[in-house]
DNA sequence: TATACTGTATCGGCAGGCGATACAAAAGAA
DNA sequence: TTCTTTTGTATCGCCTGCCGATACAGTATA
């Protein structure tokens, strides 16, 4: 299963298109900084380092832009060389900033023993991940010693409407708002079992919100099952969640439910009630 | 061992200052762009949210163009609200860089089983780190079970001159450009036994280079014990560093160096002939 | 030898970033 | 309460510094 998620990101929001048609100038915007960042993404749609023209057909910016702001961000470490020369990679100066997000998110800092617990009581691979609109980023992954594929997934995304974290959240939000997201959502087939009704997925959620939590089987992936339950805030709003995941080989949907649900409803509302 | 690494990180290179002194206008140079990045470089030195104020002070901006880049990088992800709505945190798209840089960076993707294999053969803490010329910057940590604490340790970042890792990092450059890194660091006594001497630090070094690897005691924190041996590429050249850490109460060095090195040596010859 | 890439350097014009300024609301402080 | 400070937000003319066309040497691929 080493392939499936490269080389891009199973799932992204639409971004904010620069010069939308004929949106109003917004004063305080600016531009050059939305380039910037356009030309960091360059590299979300390939799997090999980058050559300058590359770069600016990614971010849809002339040569002579281009060069100038990779020119700028490799001397400030967002970009460099890559180890042969043979192009450009996000640099090392990015690890700075996400060493920042975890540090100044609370629910990351209070949750690492909470889901270390939760790994050796279920011995399963257990993910933490954060909602940003349409999708959830994974920020940690703890699996059992067994498993050694997928370690490093920190900024993984999925998206919501296919996932059981992502019902347990729609759970946890007034059914407009869930509806709203469903619909917002490019709906692809990742699997033939994967849900794309809008009143199908609200089912689910539906179901979601009368256990807490809920059980999906290849939504994403061939052969994966899942549970998810939402993480909210003091005012319940959902901010995260957690989730478990395991292989159609070991379990059948229904067991994995009755053996994991408990302990995994446990943790989320220790880290719901901060 | 909660706050040693708090708000920020360890080590931090010398920035490019912008403006610095009368250097020549680089032409291809984008202020915004610096600028953008060094407003998110503000969370650097915080724990806590920051008002628009407090990131202008930090980044050395007037408010205005705070307030406008910051306006910018919201509209982008890249800043966010805090939860409560008290100030600006880092926002969740950077995740998604990280993710670029993790998918990209050859060694990483190779060596997460290699680490995994090398944590259940030693059962201790393992990193994995780049350098980033004066300080090696953590890309993955795998633990023992045993352990809860600072399980996410992404991005942070450790002095090259004081630590395990960092010696074995050095023992793989010419002299001059070993004694050029610890000559350009500012060499601070994190512990009453951390070296800050060049030439007892290129001691250190030069039995690095003998065996391959290097131990050290308390370079950084009280009580603690690390081996670090050098990754390089087919060039010869050092890359990164991986590590092994556990505590003075669990080991003698003596009998950590027997019983962890060999063991090392194997993942980093592993790792070095890719 | 062509052809199409690399990465890099230069430069005049004018868009758009700069930063001073202003203001309502909220949070303390007296 | 009243005074003071800080919050986030909005406006606008000046002029700087970004824009992007253009050029060129070096290197693969054919």
Redo the contacts between chains.
Sequence with gaps: MTGYL??A?LH?NPE?REGEGEEAHDP???R??????GV??A??T????LSLSEIARAAELDRSTT???V???R????IQR??YDQGY??????????????????L??RA??YL??LR?AVNERVDLS?I?DLRL????R?QP?SE??H???????VPIYCTSAGWAVLARLPEDRARDIIRRSERVSYTPRTLTDEDAIMERVAQAREQGYIAAAEQLLPGELGIGAAVT?SAGHP?GAVTITSLMSDWTLEEFDHAISPTLMQTVRALSTG
């Design positions: 490269s080389p990101m992204r904010l305080l915007f600016v050059s900084v939305a380039r910037a960042m960091l993404s590299f979300h390939t799997d090999r380092p060069q100038r702001i020119h700028t961000l001397k400030l470490g967002y890559d180890q990679v996000p640099g090392i100066r990015i690890y700075d900033h996400i060493f920042d997000s975890m540090r100044l998110n609370r990351i800092q690492v023993p270390l617990d050796s954060l940003d980023v994974y920020t940690a703890f010693k050694v594929i370690a490093m997934m920190v900024g993984l995304s805030d901010i």
